[in-house]
């Protein structure tokens, strides 16, 4: 039986067809981390429009006053946002952390560097309670070979987690 042209246009392209894109791991490890985030942005958005919904009806139900109108939006809003931040990045740090332990156990270094870097850059250090994605950030930074980045983690995680375990550690040890 012959196969239609249809058919054949929607059979699968062979390797070496310049169409099909070739994914290395660090693309595979970015589309990672892009639908994790991808996901909260979806979810704070869901929020933001329910809670901008949940205002109009608050003002419909209640005929507030037009000045008064203003203000009702925007406290639902920021509630809807707040609300959204603090359920939100704690699960996201927590995939991530995960996803960054499990390429430092394949001793993929760029990838936990890749993975934590921007988390701590962006001022969420806070979620890092025990400091243990510090550590390895740390840690990675030691195996892939940049000793100032690894000495410079070493001292935030002395300083910014002092009760931590891991800072414990990090302060008996003079080099790294």
């Known amino acids: 039986m012959k196969k239609s042209p249809r058919r054949a246009l929607k059979s699968k392209p062979s390797i070496n067809t310049p169409l099909q894109p070739t994914f290395d791991a660090a693309q595979e490890l970015k589309h ?6 991808f996901a909260y942005i979806i979810r704070m958005t869901v929020t933001l429009l329910l809670s901008l919904i949940m205002s109009l009806v608050i003002v419909k139900l ?5 000045v008064q109108v203003i203000w009702v ?3 639902s809003l ?3 946002i707040v609300f ?3 359920r939100g990045v704690q699960p996201v740090f927590t995939r991530l952390l995960t996803l960054a332990k499990a390429r430092m156990q394949l001793k993929r270094y760029g990838d936990v560097i890749y993975i934590l870097k921007n988390f701590h850059n962006f001022g969420n250090q806070q979620f890092d309670k025990d400091g243990e994605a510090h550590f390895l950030l740390m840690m990675a930074y030691k195996e892939a070979g940049e000793p100032e980045k690894a000495e410079a983690m070493r001292k935030w995680i002395i300083r910014g987690r002092p009760r931590s375990s891991y800072a414990a550690r990090l302060k008996n040890e003079a080099n790294l």
Do not use: N, S
């Open 32 to 37: 990672e981390v892009d639908v994790i985030f």
């Open 73 to 75: 939006v925007f406290m």
């Open 84 to 86: 959204t931040f603090r």
């Open 62 to 66: 209640f005929k507030v006053a037009q």
């Open 78 to 80: 920021l509630l809807g």
